[in-house]
T-cell receptor
Framework: GENVEQHPSTLSVQEGDSAVIKCTYS??????FPWYKQELGKGPQLIID?????GEKKDQRIAVTLNKTAKHFSLHITETQPEDSAVYFC??????????FGTGTRLTIIP | DTGVSQDPRHKITKRGQNVTFRCDPI?????LYWYRQTLGQGPEFLTY????????KSRLLSDRFSAERPKGSFSTLEIQRTEQGDSAMYLC?????????????????FGPGTRLTVL
């Protein structure tokens, strides 16, 4: 179906180290994979996305990789900073249909 | 600030009461989505509009829920006879400004949400 599995559910990283969050999807028709950051009391904020015709995308300290064969994609945050602490959600969609989200990863950056 | 606004930001109501939320999406775009987010979970799709037409509804949207988008601009989500299980954050999303209307991709920008508490 359209489920998305996200791991880990919590992640603590020393400031300056890298963080990696992984998601697996089941619907092979999926062609759009966004990542959102959500801070307490706020709506999800789109931080990076990738489409199925590319394998990797990078934006400063954030990168996303996609393995279509294995149906998984990952968020990589390098040189983590305290302001990276938040809950991160992966998502998938086909075309302009609804997004299906993972269950979230609470990332804590330890100063 | 994504340009998507929602009102009210918080709503506390007693069980059995009706509530209505409003979403003002990023202007010039024809697609608008509603999601619901419960504590510790990712957002779950509720319904989707293209202009004023409601194109898809989730099974989560019971007959107590109704959404409208008159004139294809702002949207309202009404919950009748609220239940404690309706307590959640209700999120509205629309595509990015400048994105081609017929884009096949789906960047969605979320508003700040309306947090509903049913006592």
């Amino acid at each position: 179906g359209e489920n998305v599995e996200q791991h880990p559910s919590t992640l603590s990283v020393q400031e300056g180290d890298s963080a990696v969050i992984k998601c697996t999807y089941s619907d092979s028709a999926s062609n759009y994979f966004p990542w959102y950051k959500q801070e307490l009391g706020k709506g999800p904020q789109l931080i990076i996305d990738i489409r199925s015709n590319v394998g990797e995308k990078k934006d400063q300290r954030i990168a996303v990789t996609l393995n279509k064969t294995a149906k998984h994609f990952s968020l990589h945050i390098t040189e983590t900073q305290p302001e990276d602490s938040a809950v991160y959600f992966c998502g998938r969609a086909f075309g302009n249909e609804k997004l299906t989200f993972g269950t979230g990863t609470r990332l804590t950056i330890i100063p | 600030d994504t340009g998507v606004s929602q009102d009210p930001r918080h709503k506390i109501t007693k069980r059995g009461q009706n509530v209505t939320f409003r979403c003002d999406p990023i202007s010039e775009h024809n697609r608008l989505y509603w999601y619901r987010q419960t504590l510790g979970q990712g957002p779950e799709f509720l319904t989707y509009f293209q202009n004023e037409a409601q194109l898809e509804k989730s099974r989560l949207l019971s007959d107590r829920f109704s959404a409208e988008r008159p004139k294809g601009s702002f949207s309202t989500l009404e919950i009748q006879r609220t239940e404690q299980g309706d307590s959640a954050m209700y999120l509205c999303a629309s595509p990015a400004p400048g994105l081609p209307v017929l884009s096949s991709y789906n960047e969605q920008f979320f508003g700040p949400g309306t947090r509903l508490t049913v006592l």
